[in-house]
Protein backbone atom coordinates (compact mmCIF):
# COMPACT_ATOMS: atom_id res chain seq x y z
CA UNK A 1 0.00 0.00 0.00
CA UNK A 2 1.69 3.18 -1.35
CA UNK A 3 -0.14 5.50 1.02
CA UNK A 4 1.05 4.41 4.39
CA UNK A 5 -1.64 6.53 6.45
CA UNK A 6 -4.63 4.11 5.29
CA UNK A 7 -6.52 1.09 6.30
CA UNK A 8 -9.42 -0.83 5.02
CA UNK A 9 -11.77 -2.46 6.89
CA UNK A 10 -15.24 -4.34 7.22
CA UNK A 11 -18.25 -1.41 7.74
CA UNK A 12 -19.79 -2.97 10.64
CA UNK A 13 -16.16 -3.00 12.33
CA UNK A 14 -16.13 0.88 12.63
CA UNK A 15 -19.99 1.58 13.27
CA UNK A 16 -21.45 2.71 16.60
CA UNK A 17 -17.48 2.78 18.37
CA UNK A 18 -14.36 4.94 19.53
CA UNK A 19 -12.04 2.14 17.38
CA UNK A 20 -8.36 2.85 17.03
CA UNK A 21 -6.10 0.68 15.04
CA UNK A 22 -3.62 -1.92 16.77
CA UNK A 23 -0.42 -2.88 15.00
CA UNK A 24 2.95 -4.81 15.54
CA UNK A 25 1.72 -7.92 17.37
CA UNK A 26 -0.04 -11.26 17.91
CA UNK A 27 -1.70 -10.35 21.30
CA UNK A 28 -4.93 -8.91 21.66
CA UNK A 29 -3.69 -6.24 24.79
CA UNK A 30 -0.16 -5.46 23.31
CA UNK A 31 1.00 -3.79 20.49
CA UNK A 32 0.89 0.25 19.03
CA UNK A 33 -2.10 2.21 18.86
CA UNK A 34 -2.97 4.52 16.32
CA UNK A 35 -5.86 6.92 16.43
CA UNK A 36 -7.92 7.32 13.22
CA UNK A 37 -8.40 10.28 11.42
CA UNK A 38 -10.62 10.07 9.54
CA UNK A 39 -13.19 7.18 8.06
CA UNK A 40 -14.58 6.67 4.28
CA UNK A 41 -17.47 4.39 4.15
CA UNK A 42 -18.45 3.14 0.98
CA UNK A 43 -22.38 5.32 0.57
CA UNK A 44 -24.86 2.95 1.55
CA UNK A 45 -26.91 0.65 -1.50
CA UNK A 46 -29.86 -0.89 -1.75
CA UNK A 47 -28.17 -4.49 -1.29
CA UNK A 48 -27.76 -5.46 2.41
CA UNK A 49 -23.94 -6.06 3.20
CA UNK A 50 -22.82 -5.33 -0.33
CA UNK A 51 -20.06 -2.50 -0.62
CA UNK A 52 -19.21 -3.55 2.62
CA UNK A 53 -16.01 -1.33 3.42
CA UNK A 54 -14.36 1.85 5.20
CA UNK A 55 -11.27 2.99 4.55
CA UNK A 56 -9.91 5.10 7.43
CA UNK A 57 -7.11 7.50 7.44
CA UNK A 58 -4.88 7.18 10.45
CA UNK A 59 -3.47 10.42 12.18
CA UNK A 60 -0.03 9.80 11.86
CA UNK A 61 1.60 7.27 9.19
CA UNK A 62 2.32 3.79 10.34
CA UNK A 63 6.04 2.84 11.03
CA UNK A 64 7.09 -0.61 9.54
CA UNK A 65 9.34 -2.85 11.63
CA UNK A 66 9.82 -6.62 11.64
CA UNK A 67 6.20 -6.70 13.29
CA UNK A 68 4.52 -4.09 11.60
CA UNK A 69 4.78 -4.87 7.65
CA UNK A 70 2.61 -3.59 4.26
CA UNK A 71 -0.02 -5.66 2.54
CA UNK A 72 -0.60 -5.00 -1.12
CA UNK A 73 -3.65 -4.69 -2.30
CA UNK A 74 -5.59 -7.11 -5.13
CA UNK A 75 -5.35 -5.84 -8.85
CA UNK A 76 -8.71 -4.51 -10.21
CA UNK A 77 -8.46 -7.53 -13.14
CA UNK A 78 -6.73 -10.42 -10.72
CA UNK A 79 -7.76 -13.73 -11.17
CA UNK A 80 -8.16 -16.68 -8.59
CA UNK A 81 -7.95 -20.23 -9.56
CA UNK A 82 -10.46 -22.78 -8.38
CA UNK A 83 -8.12 -24.64 -6.55
CA UNK A 84 -6.97 -21.64 -4.78
CA UNK A 85 -6.46 -21.60 -0.99
CA UNK A 86 -6.29 -18.50 1.15
CA UNK A 87 -4.87 -17.42 4.33
CA UNK A 88 -7.56 -16.08 6.72
CA UNK A 89 -5.97 -14.33 10.35
CA UNK A 90 -7.78 -12.84 13.18
CA UNK A 91 -8.73 -12.86 17.00
CA UNK A 92 -12.03 -14.22 16.58
CA UNK A 93 -14.17 -17.16 18.08
CA UNK A 94 -12.97 -20.54 18.29
CA UNK A 95 -14.82 -23.87 18.30
CA UNK A 96 -14.27 -23.12 22.32
CA UNK A 97 -16.56 -20.26 22.04
CA UNK A 98 -14.10 -17.54 23.07
CA UNK A 99 -12.50 -15.07 21.21
CA UNK A 100 -8.68 -15.82 21.06
CA UNK A 101 -6.27 -13.79 23.04
CA UNK A 102 -3.59 -14.39 20.35
CA UNK A 103 -3.69 -13.66 16.59
CA UNK A 104 -4.72 -17.33 14.45
CA UNK A 105 -4.45 -17.84 11.16
CA UNK A 106 -6.33 -20.83 9.04
CA UNK A 107 -5.55 -21.37 4.88
CA UNK A 108 -9.42 -21.99 4.02
CA UNK A 109 -10.47 -23.10 0.31
CA UNK A 110 -11.89 -20.85 -2.31
CA UNK A 111 -15.48 -21.37 -2.78
CA UNK A 112 -16.34 -20.65 -6.31
CA UNK A 113 -18.87 -17.80 -6.92
CA UNK A 114 -21.76 -20.42 -8.21
CA UNK A 115 -21.43 -22.45 -5.05
CA UNK A 116 -21.47 -19.88 -2.25
CA UNK A 117 -24.45 -17.82 -4.11
CA UNK A 118 -26.67 -21.11 -4.40
CA UNK A 119 -25.69 -21.91 -0.75
CA UNK A 120 -26.68 -18.30 1.23
CA UNK A 121 -29.98 -18.08 -1.39
CA UNK A 122 -31.25 -20.94 -0.20
CA UNK A 123 -29.61 -21.14 3.43
CA UNK A 124 -30.24 -17.33 4.11
CA UNK A 125 -31.96 -15.75 1.08
CA UNK A 126 -29.16 -13.22 0.99
CA UNK A 127 -27.49 -12.24 -2.34
CA UNK A 128 -23.81 -12.75 -3.43
CA UNK A 129 -22.64 -10.17 -5.66
CA UNK A 130 -19.66 -9.76 -7.87
CA UNK A 131 -18.14 -7.35 -5.04
CA UNK A 132 -17.83 -10.48 -2.53
CA UNK A 133 -16.08 -13.64 -2.81
CA UNK A 134 -16.45 -16.68 -0.54
CA UNK A 135 -14.05 -19.12 0.99
CA UNK A 136 -13.78 -21.66 3.75
CA UNK A 137 -15.08 -25.20 5.25
CA UNK A 138 -16.74 -26.91 7.80
CA UNK A 139 -14.81 -25.79 10.98
CA UNK A 140 -12.45 -24.06 9.51
CA UNK A 141 -12.89 -19.86 8.64
CA UNK A 142 -13.22 -16.45 9.99
CA UNK A 143 -16.16 -15.85 12.72
CA UNK A 144 -17.38 -13.26 15.43
CA UNK A 145 -14.48 -11.25 16.23
CA UNK A 146 -12.56 -11.07 12.88
CA UNK A 147 -14.61 -8.90 11.01
CA UNK A 148 -12.85 -6.53 9.09
CA UNK A 149 -9.72 -9.02 9.26
CA UNK A 150 -7.90 -9.70 5.67
CA UNK A 151 -8.23 -12.54 3.50
CA UNK A 152 -4.76 -13.27 2.05
CA UNK A 153 -3.42 -14.81 -1.61
CA UNK A 154 -0.49 -15.05 -3.02
CA UNK A 155 0.58 -12.35 -0.35
CA UNK A 156 -1.86 -10.26 -1.68
CA UNK A 157 -5.21 -8.55 0.34
CA UNK A 158 -8.43 -9.94 -1.90
CA UNK A 159 -10.90 -9.99 0.73
CA UNK A 160 -11.95 -8.42 4.09
CA UNK A 161 -14.26 -10.66 6.61
CA UNK A 162 -17.76 -9.59 6.17
CA UNK A 163 -20.36 -12.07 7.38
CA UNK A 164 -21.00 -15.97 7.81
CA UNK A 165 -23.53 -17.92 8.86
CA UNK A 166 -24.02 -18.45 13.06
CA UNK A 167 -22.75 -21.44 13.50
CA UNK A 168 -19.53 -19.86 11.93
CA UNK A 169 -19.18 -23.21 9.85
CA UNK A 170 -19.12 -25.29 12.33
CA UNK A 171 -22.53 -27.59 11.63
CA UNK A 172 -23.09 -26.00 8.34
CA UNK A 173 -19.93 -26.37 6.77
CA UNK A 174 -21.02 -22.61 5.30
CA UNK A 175 -18.06 -20.86 3.29
CA UNK A 176 -17.71 -17.13 5.48
CA UNK A 177 -18.27 -13.93 2.87
CA UNK A 178 -15.42 -11.60 2.36
CA UNK A 179 -15.51 -8.13 0.33
CA UNK A 180 -13.97 -8.43 -2.38
CA UNK A 181 -10.92 -6.12 -2.61
CA UNK A 182 -10.41 -6.42 -6.04
CA UNK A 183 -13.83 -5.08 -7.18
CA UNK A 184 -13.39 -2.20 -4.59
CA UNK A 185 -10.70 -0.92 -5.72
CA UNK A 186 -12.18 2.04 -7.46
CA UNK A 187 -13.83 3.18 -4.50
CA UNK A 188 -10.16 2.16 -2.36
CA UNK A 189 -8.21 4.36 -4.25
CA UNK A 190 -10.63 6.94 -4.30
CA UNK A 191 -10.72 7.62 -1.09
CA UNK A 192 -6.46 7.16 -0.56
CA UNK A 193 -6.19 9.95 -2.91
CA UNK A 194 -7.69 11.90 -0.38
Known amino acids: ?3 LKYRIIYEYEFRGKNPEIVV ?3 KINEGEHYDILEAYPHPPTSKVLDYDVVV ?21 DMVVEDDAVFKVIGF ?5 GKASSELLQVDVPYVKDEECKEFYHNITGLNITPRMICAGLKGKGACF ?6 LIYQNKHIGIVSFGTKDCS ?14 LRDFIDEQMAK
Not at 56 to 72: G, R
Open 1 to 3: MEN
Open 24 to 26: GTD
Open 145 to 150: GDSGGP
Open 170 to 183: LKTGSPTVYARVSA
Open 92 to 96: GVTDS
Open 56 to 76: IKLAKKLVFSSKVQPLKLAER
